[in-house]
């Protein structure tokens, strides 16, 4: 049985997991509601999680444009996803919210900006 400890992201309260895993079966403890529960499962079973990065801006005084993914991205394809993401390219102006690339490596996620460039 495989043991894993970490802190709960999902609400204010940062409760202590400690999360087993057997097989097909997985025990969450620490849990103080159904969120921790269901975070403790889900970061087991398919760790996700936010992307941040920047993308190279043109025609601006900034030389970096930041971004972040619209939905959660496979901890696994996080790498990929910043590598790729330091090849684009995009000219202001942009703003705040626009998309920067759609389905980013098939993960059904896009990449919006978090700033307005003029």
């Known amino acids: 049985m495989k043991r894993h400890e970490f802190v709960c992201i999902m609400c204010p309260m940062g409760c202590n997991l400690e999360v087993l895993e057997d097989e097909d079966v997985i025990l969450v403890k620490g849990n103080q509601c159904k969120r921790g529960y269901e975070y403790g499962v889900k970061e087991i079973s398919n760790p996700t999680r936010v992307l941040t990065s920047t993308v190279i801006l043109k025609n601006s005084y ?5 971004v972040k993914s619209d939905g959660e991205i496979p901890k696994g ?8 993401l330091s090849k684009i390219e995009v000219s ?10 759609k389905n980013i490596l098939g993960t059904g996620v896009d990449i919006v900006s978090t700033r307005t460039v003029e």
């Open 77 to 84: 394809m996080i790498k990929d996803c910043v590598k790729f």
């Open 62 to 66: 900034l030389r970096r444009l930041p």
């Open 92 to 101: 202001a102006p942009v703003k705040m919210g626009d998309v920067i690339h």
